[in-house]
T-cell receptor, first 113, second 113 residues
Framework: QKEVEQDPGPLSVPEGAIVSLNCTYS??????FMWYRQYSRKGPELLMY????GNKEDGRFTAQVDKSSKYISLFIRDSQPSDSATYLC?????????????FGTGTSLTVIP | DAGVIQSPRHEVTEMGQEVTLRCKPI?????LFWYRQTMMRGLELLIY????????DSGMPEDRFSAKMPNASFSTLKIQPSEPRDSAVYFC???????????FGSGTRLTVV
């Protein structure tokens, strides 16, 4: 079983829709959770990060962590064509140890104007 | 801040040739990571360094791959001899231990024919 599982999609939605992207994981030691956005032919860029369980909101984006279910989500409200990208989740037990993050394989999202 | 700088952006080489990929991390970052990304397998960690010292190279596919970090501002990933199955996008990323998340470079798209 992989450490992190993520549905690769592709996901296609009309502009203005609410998008839900999800990852599940197996390691209960993970405490820091991140979402990266990767545009075509670019490197991933950090979008949001959260610690432990709960929600974090940043503009149209909301990251949600449910540690009891080992499940994290990224919600995008009022989706825009510029949100079209691949979204990768990543997680780690303690980033201060310098150990690696574990990445999902990414979900490809297309927002249709 | 110029970000993580990778070179070359694209590399096309013949099977059996040596390939060297280069990375300049962000100044002050003391962790450096080499990833390989393919459609089938997503992001795979090849090796990472803390303070120029290799910490975990268990992701390096085989002895044909080697990585060095001679100083805090430069790292190389070498493939010798290259094979068609090495074709992928190779990303370098850096981070500071006290911060969350990586900063990725733009990647090197390697094609071995």
């Amino acid at each position: 079983q992989k450490e992190v599982e993520q549905d690769p999609g592709p996901l296609s939605v009309p502009e203005g829709a609410i998008v839900s992207l999800n990852c599940t994981y197996s390691n209960s030691a993970f405490q820091y959770f991140m979402w990266y956005r990767q545009y075509s032919r670019k490197g991933p860029e950090l979008l949001m990060y959260t610690y432990s369980s709960g929600n974090k909101e940043d503009g149209r984006f909301t990251a949600q962590v449910d540690k009891s279910s080992k499940y994290i989500s990224l919600f995008i409200r009022d989706s825009q064509p510029s949100d079209s990208a691949t979204y990768l989740c990543a997680m780690i037990a303690d980033p201060n140890t310098g150990n690696q993050f574990y990445f999902g394989t990414g979900t490809s999202l297309t927002v249709i104007p | 801040d110029a970000g993580v700088i990778q070179s070359p952006r694209h590399e096309v080489t013949e099977m059996g040739q040596e390939v060297t990929l280069r990375c300049k991390p962000i100044s002050g970052h003391n962790s450096l990571f080499w990833y390989r990304q393919t459609m089938m397998r997503g992001l795979e960690l090849l090796i990472y360094f803390n303070n120029n010292v290799p910490i975990d190279d268990s992701g390096m596919p085989e002895d044909r791959f080697s990585a060095k970090m001679p100083n805090a501002s430069f790292s190389t990933l070498k493939i010798q001899p290259s094979e068609p199955r090495d074709s992928a996008v190779y990303f370098c990323a850096s981070s500071h231990l006290a911060n969350y998340g990586y900063t990725f470079g733009s990647g090197t798209r390697l094609t071995v024919v």
